[in-house]
């Protein structure tokens, strides 16, 4: 079988790449980047035949149809902004695949990709991915699920690459639409760092506030594990929580055109191309991905709370900015083998908690060193 890794030398993807050619028995994997030098150099440092490289350009829709040809899986490692037209790629191809992050119209594409016989995931990485699988595996366990609590600290900095910066903005920009929680049956917005609370995350991280993040899960649960309430709470190091307050309590969010010395721009503009450049916005401390999942519901009539943590290797054994990327690229390969291996029984463009078996994913992230763990009080 074959597998086409997009943005498989990128920041994040390539240790999806390197998962793929230590666990996977694809007999081909190929990266597909617009930076053909960083996937050769990639390529040769890892040193497995298996490994090619295609050059591919993603804002070239029909240049993507056309190199999807002759692969079975997809792994789309490329920033969010290309998920729709991957999706939508995959779905024209028919080819199965998954990626890291979700905009909402790719569910669109769900009855044509039922009719084709294939599956897209969206949302295989720490959260959305693992932390689906921990709602899924309580879910599994409850007649009645009520509340559905995600928390997580993505502790790395602001700008490690391009598409982790928006991401980064995109979470605290005061217009982001989708930062909502679900509660009586409706989904309610809520601004920047709102509903703040404290969690104390195992490992290096410790405790950290978090507050309502815009992350998938809340929109898909309620409808996939009948989630009479859903919410996504997450952080960043300190640091960067900081930084995401000043810019909002200074305007520097702010999408009005301004000028600045004879050039027209905004101050949301300025400030992504200023973090984009400044070392310090690429430093931090601690690299690292912790995860909390609580789930109460009931079984038999009697009250339950399941809480879920992840555990990962530190920074000094995984090696630095790797302790944090490694937590989002090694879902995504396991997902695509998942797929590859027909461990994956749906079809369709369905989120991770309904695709993606949590006893097998959990096993396998465990052989990588990413540990899940469970508590039932009641």
Known sequence: MKILALGGAGAVCQHSTRDLVEFSDFSEIVIGENNVAAAEKLAAEIGDPRLKVME???????????????????????????DLAVTKACVEVGVSGLDVSTVDDQWSYDAIAKE???????????????????ARKAADQLDEVDDIQINFAAFR??????????????????????????????FHWVGPFAGLKTINFPGQIGEQEICYIPHPETRTMP???GAKAVSVRGCFPPH????????????????????VKGIETTAFEMMHEILLELPESKETPLWAYGL??????????????????????????????AAYYKNIAIPLSIGAQMIAKGDVNKTGIVPPETAIPPDLFFSELRKRGIEVHERVEG
């Not at 591919?56 to 290309?82: H, R, S, T």
């Not at 990485?125 to 693992?130: D, F, L, N, S």
């Not at 519901?297 to 009697?302: A, H």
């Not at 339950?304 to 630095?320: A, S």
Request: net charge neutral.
């Open 56 to 82: 591919i350009n993603a804002e070239n829709f029909d240049e993507m149809v056309n190199a999807f040809k002759g692969f079975d899986v997809i792994l789309n490692g490329l920033p969010w902004k290309y």
């Open 116 to 134: 084709k016989g294939i599956v897209f995931i969206p949302g295989v990485g720490a959260t959305p991915g693992i932390t689906n699988a921990m």
């Open 223 to 225: 409808k996939s594990l």
């Open 157 to 186: 900095c602001p700008a490690p690459a391009p598409g982790l910066l928006i991401t980064f903005l995109w979470e605290f920009h005061p217009k982001t639409e989708s930062r909502v929680y679900y509660e009586d049956g409706e």
């Open 240 to 259: 960067a929580m900081r930084l995401a307050k000043a810019m909002l309590e200074s305007g520097l969010y702010s999408e009005e055109k301004i000028t």
């Open 292 to 321: 909390v999942v609580v789930v109460y519901g009931k079984k038999d009539g009697r009250d339950l709370k399941f809480t879920y943590w992840n555990r990962h290797p530190g920074q000094e054994e995984w090696g630095g900015k």
